[in-house]
């Protein structure tokens, strides 16, 4: 057998038995799962290791063990799964199945944060904007929430407007900033228009403003005379 077909046929061996365990789980014939998953993560299977760490925790298919769903979610975590390594540093953020160790979450989630994953990038900008185990790091924080935001996560979404009105970088706030509006988030009107005035674009910031007094708030109310905004 040529080396292109063998490794081919191992390729397809080993998506079949994902498939076949993934199945089992599926049906919940957890037990069958379990000795599947099993098999694949002692050869060395990521996808594998993390779902039986995920069945240790939950005991699923087999008795309920902490220690060694801890134990395969660490093995995938070395071998560069982002997902594992998430979960890892969550647990070591909140305190869950291990001690709290913050300085052992900080290192779990930039691993997982520089492979793109955004969960990671949303929760190590919290940890950057708290300062916690590390320096407090505003900046840092609207970058990370930046990269999440643009693969779509909401709460980064919700927050980098915000972030980066405390850096003063009104363009890139106000872009947030409206998306935050047009999702119905009546606290941006109000952002918006105080924006808008600062930058003296006051036809725009007439425009949050109203919407943000429909609302009720009273800022937007002082702010409407401050700027007498009824006058664009």
Known sequence: MQYTVLVLWILTVGLYAQQSALEAFKKQD????????EQQANEGNVTAQNALSYLYFNGLGTQQSHTKGLEWLRKAAMLKSARAQYDLGMFYLQGNHVTQNYKAALQWLQKASAQGYPDAQYNLALMYYRGDATDQNVTKTAELLEQAA????????????????????????????????????????????????????????KQ???????????????LWKKYRLQEY
Request: with cysteine; hydrophobic share 40%; glycine share 6%.
């Open 30 to 37: 957890y037990k069958t799962a379990f000795q599947r998953y």
């Open 208 to 222: 949050w403003a109203q919407k943000a007094k429909e609302h009720g708030n009273a800022q937007a109310e002082a």
């Open 150 to 205: 643009q693969q779509g996560h909401k709460g980064a979404i919700a927050n980098i407007g915000r972030i980066y009105m405390q850096l003063l970088d009104f363009e890139n706030a106000a872009l947030w900033l409206e998306k935050n509006a047009l999702n119905n988030d009546t606290e941006a009107y109000y952002l918006l228009a105080e924006i808008y005035c600062a930058q003296e674009k006051f036809a725009q910031a």
